[in-house]
């Protein structure tokens, strides 16, 4: 069969027209050999996403954005999303908007609800999201840091005007005064450490043997306590309580005049029959003295007794002058 010119023409022009529909497809990022499933999602803005951008699940590349228009009706801006996979997305599944980088631009990445099994046709809209991006985060952080700086700064400049009003040249020649006495001050201490360590290098010996001699009584001293503790304090200080609480019992007794030495102590008809007794026995000593033949009578011829005379009431009296 010969193939006529013409027929060459038409296979070559059609030929050209797939090339260049497959071209601007190509262009456009679209695969005509490849079966693709369109969503859409509504943001209120879209700043940083470009066509082309892609599109992810859990950081793999599902798709990219293949258009962005802008809904006449209600001002938002309408994403075409063009997926391949076989992962099922469900009609609950979020798309949600976020920047990788600080370099790049932004990105979506869909968050599928995998508790709902129904899943999303094509053509059909999914719910948005925006995450916040590092840039967005730390320009969040950074504007209440700026606002305390700046008030800081405020604070500071107040300060510097209040030191500059205080500090004047009789405010400057005070703390140099200051400074120079203080600088006088360091000096004699340093000097005073100078003589403490001459005299404490003259005394060494003095001091090692006043420490050794220490060391001693701590020895002894613990020596002291071991011995005490193995006396068995508590016992004998339980001993002394109980003989300081019969002590106690026996004053009571004798202030309250119970048993004999309590009555010779608070009867005072006894006390007075003893002061009389010991009058009347003091008088008949001075009289047996005075008068030594009233009592002791030897007669070796059988004289009678003299008859008892009581004596002088100032005899006594006058022995004693």
Do not use: C
């Not at 060494?204 to 002291?224: D, E, P, R, Y």
């Not at 002791?296 to 022995?319: C, M, R, W």
């Amino acid at each position: 069969m010969k193939i006529t010119r013409e027929i060459k023409t038409a296979i070559l022009v059609i030929a050209s027209i797939l090339l260049f529909i497959w071209g601007y497809s190509f262009l456009k990022g679209k695969d005509l050999f490849t079966n693709y499933k369109t969503l859409f999602v509504e943001y209120d803005n879209v700043e940083d996403l470009s066509a082309s951008a892609p599109v992810t699940l859990n950081g793999l590349a599902i798709g990219k954005v293949s258009k962005i228009t802008i809904n006449e009706v209600t001002g938002k801006l309408l994403v075409e999303l063009q997926l391949k996979t076989d992962f099922p997305i469900s009609k609950t599944s979020k798309a949600a908007l976020y920047s990788p980088s600080l370099i790049g631009g932004k990105q979506i990445k869909i968050v599928p609800n995998l508790a709902d099994k129904d899943l999303a046709e094509e053509g059909q809209a999914l719910t948005p999201a925006v995450e916040l991006g590092l840039t967005e985060s730390l320009g969040g952080k950074i504007e209440p840091i700026e606002q305390k700086l700046e008030k800081m700064l405020v604070n500071i400049d107040v300060l510097v005007t209040g030191l500059n009003n205080v500090l004047d040249k009789k405010g400057q020649e005070d703390i140099k005064k200051t400074l120079a006495e203080l600088s006088q001050t360091m000096e004699q201490f340093h000097r005073a450490s100078g003589t403490l360590n001459t005299i404490l290098d003259g005394n060494k010996a003095q001091l090692n043997s006043a420490v050794t001699n220490l060391n001693k009584m701590s020895g002894n001293f613990a020596a002291i306590s071991d011995s005490l503790k193995r006396a068995n304090l508590g016992k004998t200080v339980r001993s002394l309580n109980q003989t300081l609480a019969k002590v106690d019992g026996l004053m009571t007794n004798l202030n309250s005049g119970k048993g004999t030495a309590g009555k010779l102590l608070n009867d005072d008809a006894l006390y007075n029959n003893l002061a009389k007794t010991s009058k009347e026995l003091e008088l008949l000593l001075q009289d047996v003295r005075l008068y030594p033949t009233r009592y002791v009578n030897v007669s070796l011829f059988g004289k009678k007794n003299k008859p008892y005379v009581a004596p002088a009431q100032n005899t006594n009296s006058t022995d004693k002058k």
